[in-house]
């Protein structure tokens, strides 16, 4: 079993940054892919960003030159920085991992719990 948690959200003025952390922890396992979305109110959940294990990154259009998506391979970890922030940026932002086991030789995507952005204008 692996957990992802997430962490860095919170309230920031229009124009502000924030970074959002998401850390994969668990036994015998290799992280690809991980990727992070968002939900705001009333809307469907969105990918924001993806990188694969090599760095390469991909980004939703609404986000490009603002969202910059890095990771630590050796911590398993993935990380969001958000510049320029706008008010229609606020939403729970999700973290996904696609997650591969060495105990059942089984790959399968895990989600972090969410956490809150908040941009105010």
């Known amino acids: 079993q692996v957990q992802l948690v997430e962490s860095g959200g919170g309230l920031v003025q229009a124009g502000g940054s924030l970074r959002l952390s998401c850390a994969a922890s668990?036994?015998?396992?290799?992280?690809?892919?991980m990727a992070w979305y968002r939900q705001a109110p009333g809307n469907e959940r969105e990918l924001v960003a993806s990188i694969t294990r090599d760095g390469t990154t991909n980004y939703a259009e609404v986000v490009k030159g603002r969202f910059t998506s890095s990771r630590d391979n050796a911590k398993n970890t993935v990380y969001l920085q958000m510049n320029s922030l706008k008010a229609e940026d606020t939403a729970v932002y999700y973290c996904k991992a696609r997650v591969f086991s060495y105990i059942n030789a089984s790959s399968r995507d895990y989600w972090g719990q969410g956490t809150q952005v908040t941009v105010s204008s």
């Open positions: 668990g036994t015998s396992f290799r992280v690809s892919t």
